[in-house]
């Protein structure tokens, strides 16, 4: 596609059920990015990949968060055991390759009920 | 720990006056420089970038300046345009200092514009 897909572009699921975001990369793009943004907040780094391999993972803030992308394209980040405090915008972003200008999605609004 | 920060959470300027927003950051590690604007309800979309080898950077009526002695970097519209309404987010990286982080970004919160016609 032209632009960087996430769908769903909103979810609402109940406390401690399990989620999944999916994220479509531009084209071409090696690097992959998930970021997480709150209401008044600037996005936050969550993980970044290069190619299929996860190269910082430093952003995930705990082990319910979990994220792929097997075949170095689509990636999907995964949430378990959801907390109300996991209500979030999650951006994904790509470039073509890491350290090159960025672009994002429109991102899915997550809330946890 | 804010590593970037944008400490004007909004700015309300006239149709086709100068917007100055402004950006700071702690990070010495920091070597590249992001401007990004958005729109309610889209990603972020980013507007210009600059090296910390240079000091300015023009794309049309989109200016960046960095100052690294100061560690504060601003972007100035000028003219500004009502369109031009959006949240601005300063973001930056340590793009050569090698090791994993490299394709990471750190955002400011963010400054609201506003500009009236």
């Known amino acids: 596609g032209a632009g960087v897909s996430q769908t769903p572009s909103n979810k609402v699921t109940e406390k401690g059920k399990y989620v999944e975001l999916r994220c479509d990369p531009i084209?071409?793009?090696?690097?992959l990015y998930w970021y997480r943004q709150s209401l008044g907040q600037g996005p936050e780094f969550l993980i970044y990949?290069?190619?299929?391999?996860?190269?910082?993972d430093s952003g995930l803030p705990n082990d319910r968060f979990f994220a792929v992308r097997p075949e170095g394209s689509v990636s999907t980040l995964k949430i378990q055991r959801t907390e109300r405090g996991d209500s979030a915008v999650y951006l994904c972003a790509s470039s073509f390759n890491a350290g090159t200008e960025a672009f994002f999605g429109q991102g899915t609004r997550l809330t946890v009920v | 720990d804010q590593q970037v920060k944008q400490n004007s959470p909004s700015l309300s300027v006239q149709e086709g006056r100068i917007s100055i927003l402004n950006c700071d950051y702690t990070n010495s590690m920091f070597d590249y420089f992001l401007w990004y604007k958005k729109y309610p309800a889209e990603g972020p979309t980013f507007l210009i970038s600059i090296s910390s080898i240079k000091d300015k950077n023009e794309d049309g009526r989109f200016t960046v300046f960095l100052n690294k002695s100061a560690k504060h970097l601003s972007l100035h519209i000028v003219p500004s345009q009502p369109g031009d309404s959006a949240v601005y987010f300063c973001?930056?990286?340590?793009?050569?200092?090698?090791?994993?982080?490299?394709?990471?970004?750190?955002f400011g919160q963010g400054t609201i514009l506003t500009v009236h016609p």
């Open positions: 084209s071409g793009h090696t690097a």
């Open positions: 990949f290069q190619g299929t391999g996860a190269a910082d």
């Open positions: 973001a930056a990286s340590a793009r050569y200092a090698g090791g994993t982080s490299y394709g990471k970004l750190t």
